[in-house]
């Protein structure tokens, strides 16, 4: 049953297309521009350029060393709809031959008019987010679609034999959450034995037709879980031993992405797969004796970082390769986790300065440093990458010795800290001082901060980016925008505004143009979630601030009203979340000079007369340690680096943040250590569960738990965001309650937008009445 392994290989590569092919054509199907047939020929031809392209560059086309990664949207939603995994509310998707189509996976990632989507939540510790599967003791599981099998046949059809990849099935079910109709209580890994045979079913399936590896991904097993670990780790021994035995079967690859398995190795390695990957880049080099269970089963070596964009350490790499080699039997060279989360190419990034380009290795040259360490395992002379080594080491030792890289003047600034700049004054007194001077009533509106970018506000941007537009020019168009915002927030009836961020293609983006030590890429896109792409910047440097860079934007704003306009900022831990960042400083010492330069444009933003100051923490959840161990220390620095950036604010200067897909219960003593005095949060697609947590952590501080989902085009009608709001005031004072969207509006249409906004401030206002 056991075929061999190849030398090389990734376990995963970008989907989205190198110019974004995949977001383009899957818009232009919702907007009903083009047919699902040429959905669907445009996906083919998206997988099969993607083949091409990993055989040309040398991963063997028939050893399955190249992975069917491929998803139209999520790759979480892709599993739970092969196993039938429908909330009772979708089951009507269903056809008449109990499929679930194109229209029907769409549907459960974005909702229709009267039902919500599945929650959206971060995917591990990455900024890519996948849907939440809602499995309850009565979901029916069945395979409901033949994606996965088809995939392997077109692969077949080019020449090359596919790895097919599934989401595991213990990673399936504690990434799920309880059905609403579940029982309190009710744990969806109870139904693995109920799924395992619907997962041995499928592989039967694609033995039939030729695969002969398929890849099964259990990222949850590197990540403390709320679930006792004896009752994980008996969970991984019965499901794996259970697929292991199947009859029928191809050879099994389970993969184990983004840190240590810890404990969970021995158990996972004794069940009779056939080839366990390890995350050896983050995760820790196993012992021999941990390794000794493995027998014959082949260890993959994930050496190669697949979640940033740094070329490799290859003298580093290849020591823990020879160390591997004497401990295992067979072994594999491989990225350690899928490179969805980098860009295809940097050979497509022309315009970077060539010293920097020099460092870069995104997924096209990654898979070209995997394929050179498996020379150490391949049989090739030794020696044979003596070369390739001296030349990686050099690249590391001029990156160390570049201008910017390590600026004095920086780190002494950072080494003249005292306590006291990282504390303002009592809550409670600052609430008198706000309240006194912003004068709001209970459940004020506002919004997060974006408004949608239309055509027009995307064109100004990208002419004046191209010397088409004189800055005259530019500044005017983006001033009639902001003023097109202001007189529709006044129009319905919001208490604190926004300037709406026209002049902003990206929320991390936008702060990296305009600070030292960052850089920008013209075609370095990556997925965040579904259709959703992001560009990440590049922090290569020490970071210090020029010049102010909202303040313009923000005082013009306020001009054109005496209600208070929020000045918008990106906090420090998401500006490093969201960019790729320089892996030779500590995170902690990085954010710190990202807050200080925050913090000169707080100071800023206060003397143009703006009273109200978001600082966004989307991503404070997102860098959170798998580990429970490893917390309390990227708590501390985390939270720091937000008050670092905000405690020179004075004391009527109402100070707000954002986090977005938080959990937050699992943070909540350190987002009350942020000291803000407002926070919101998305609240809209988990029907308002965080309130639960506000309540039993006796949260006193301001709080905006979101009442409009807008990574949906659904318009939530006044009745909901009522109900939303009763259940909000049921549970937290009403005077701690703001109202808003869960995020920023910028992708959305301002048809939808503005109908949203308007039943979002007259369900405020009702509840208001009833208080």
Same mark, same amino acid.
């Given at each position: ?101 194109? %229209? ?80 309190? &209580? ?6 693995? %034995? ?305 300037? &709406? ?271």
């Amino acid at each position: 049953m056991h075929s061999e392994f190849p030398a090389a290989t990734i376990v995963g590569y970008p989907r989205i297309g190198p110019r974004r092919e995949l977001k383009k054509a899957v818009e232009s199907y919702w907007a009903s521009r083009i047919s699902a047939a040429e959905l669907e020929a445009t996906a083919r031809q998206l997988r099969e350029d993607g083949y091409a392209r990993l055989a040309g560059l040398g991963l063997s086309e028939t050893a399955s060393a190249i992975p069917a990664s491929f998803s139209l949207y999520d790759q979480v939603l892709d599993t739970a709809v092969t196993f039938g995994a429908v909330p009772a509310r979708f089951q009507d998707l269903y056809d008449d031959g109990g499929s679930l189509g194109l %229209d029907a996976y769409f549907t459960l990632a974005r909702g229709d008019a009267g039902r919500p989507p599945l929650e959206m939540t971060k995917w591990f510790d990455t900024n890519y987010h996948y849907l939440v599967p809602e499995i309850g003791p009565d979901t029916r599981f069945t395979i409901a679609n033949d994606w996965t099998l088809r995939n392997v046949v077109e692969g077949a059809d080019l020449g090359i034999t596919l790895r097919p990849t599934l989401i595991g099935p213990v990673t399936f079910l504690l990434l799920s959450k309880a059905a609403a109709e579940a029982p309190d &209580g009710f744990s969806p890994l109870t139904r693995l %034995d109920d799924l395992l045979p619907l997962y041995a079913d499928l592989l039967g399936r694609l033995a039939a037709v030729g695969t002969r590896w398929v890849q099964l991904e259990e990222p949850a097993l590197v990540a403390d879980q709320v679930i006792p670990e004896h009752e994980v780790a008996a969970a991984v021994e019965r499901a794996y031993q259970y697929l292991a035995g199947t009859a029928e079967r191809p050879s099994l690859l389970v993969t184990t992405a983004y840190g240590s398995l810890g404990s969970l190795l021995p158990v996972l390695a004794a069940t009779g797969i056939d080839a366990l990957h390890l995350d050896l880049f983050k995760g820790d080099l196993p012992s021999a004796q941990d390794l000794a269970v493995l027998g014959s089963t082949t260890l993959v070596a994930g050496v190669v970082d697949g979640h940033n964009i740094w070329k490799a350490d290859l003298a580093t790499a290849a020591a823990k390769l020879t160390t591997l080699a004497d401990s295992v039997d067979r072994l594999t060279v491989a990225t350690s986790t899928s490179l969805q989360h980098v860009p295809h190419d940097v050979d497509d990034e022309p315009d970077l300065a060539p010293d920097l380009r020099s460092w870069l290795a995104f997924a096209d040259q990654k898979i070209a440093e995997v394929l050179t360490l498996s020379r150490l395992v391949d049989g090739s002379p030794t020696g044979s990458i003596d070369g390739a080594i001296a030349e990686a080491t050099a690249v590391l030792a001029s990156r160390a010795a570049a201008v910017g890289v390590n600026r004095h003047e920086v780190r002494e600034r950072l080494g003249a800290l005292t306590p006291s700049d990282f504390t303002r004054g009592p809550y409670q007194e600052r609430v008198a001082a706000q309240e006194e001077a912003l004068q709001l009533p209970v459940l004020p509106t506002t919004t997060i901060g974006s408004f949608p970018q239309t055509v027009e506000v995307r064109s100004a941007r990208a002419r004046f980016h191209r010397g088409d537009l004189t800055t005259e020019e530019y500044t005017g168009l983006m001033q009639e925008e902001i003023a097109r915002v202001i007189a529709l927030q006044e129009d319905l009836g919001f208490d604190v505004l926004v300037h &709406g961020e026209p002049e902003r293609n990206d929320m991390v983006q936008y702060f990296a143009e305009h600070l030292d030590g960052f850089d920008v890429t013209v075609n370095g896109w990556v997925q965040s979630y579904g259709s959703r792409c992001t560009r990440p910047s590049i922090l290569w440097g020490d970071v210090s601030r020029p010049e102010p860079i909202t303040v313009r934007w923000a005082e013009y704003a306020q001009s054109l009203t005496s209600k208070p306009v929020k000045g918008m900022l990106t906090g420090p831990v998401t500006i490093l979340a969201w960019s790729f960042v320089r892996d030779d400083l500590p995170l902690g010492e990085t954010a710190s000079q990202v807050a200080l330069a925050l913090r000169d444009e707080v100071s800023d933003l206060q003397r143009a007369g703006i009273r109200v100051i978001q600082v966004d923490e989307p991503a404070l959840r997102e860098l959170l340690p798998l580990r429970a161990a490893q917390r309390p220390h990227y708590l501390a620095w985390s939270v720091n680096s937000f008050r670092l950036a905000t405690s020179g604010a004075a004391p009527s200067t109402q100070v707000h943040t954002h986090l977005c897909y938080s959990e937050f219960g699992a943070i909540i003593e350190a987002i009350d250590g942020l000291d803000a005095d407002v926070t919101s949060i998305e609240a809209a697609r988990s029907r308002m569960e965080v309130v639960h947590d506000l309540q039993s952590h006796g949260f006193a501080r301001g709080v905006g738990p979101g009442v409009y989902d807008i990574h949906s085009p659904r318009v939530p009608d006044e009745d909901e965001v009522a109900d939303l709001l009763g259940k909000a005031v049921r549970h937290v004072p009403a005077r701690q309650l703001w109202v808003n969207p869960d995020c920023g509006l910028k992708t959305r249409g301002y048809t939808e937008t503005t109908e949203s906004l308007g039943n979002l401030v007259n369900a405020a206002v009702r509840v208001r009445l009833t208080l």
